[in-house]
């Protein structure tokens, strides 16, 4: 048999997560704030990328919520580069509900350029 070539699609392991509570209130008191009408990004600065992503009921269903999240981690995965180095929460407000994957996609880097561009002042 020869060898079989696969992509090997980026990871999103435990490395790249913000997990605990303490990470969340840090990020949520100290952070750098920018986002847009539908997402909000709150940022401090540090060695690892991570990301946490908070999604409040008010957005639908757990469907819906579940399909938010899923976008944005795989955004994630795939553009790491445009992340700065630190630790990042992505809040979800209400207005979210009934938007396409693409539109989050644009929202969420909409809302990284508006937090680097603060982050450069």
């Known amino acids: 048999m020869g060898i079989c070539s696969r992509y090997i699609m980026p990871r999103f392991s435990k490395e790249h997560r913000l997990l605990f509570k303490k990470d969340f209130v840090r990020v949520q008191r100290y952070g750098i704030r920018g986002g847009t009408e539908q997402i909000s990004v709150l940022f401090v600065p540090g060695d690892k990328r991570r990301i946490g992503l908070i999604v409040s009921k008010k957005v639908g269903t ?25 630790d990042l929460v992505v809040v979800v407000k209400d207005k979210m509900k009934a938007i396409s994957n693409s539109i989050i ?10 937090l680097l561009a603060r982050l450069k002042r």
């Open 62 to 86: 757990s469907v819906v919520r579940n399909r938010v999240k899923r976008v944005m981690r795989e955004h994630f995965r795939s553009n790491k580069d445009l992340y700065p180095c630190g």
């Open 105 to 114: 996609r644009k929202n969420l880097e909409l809302a990284l350029n508006r």
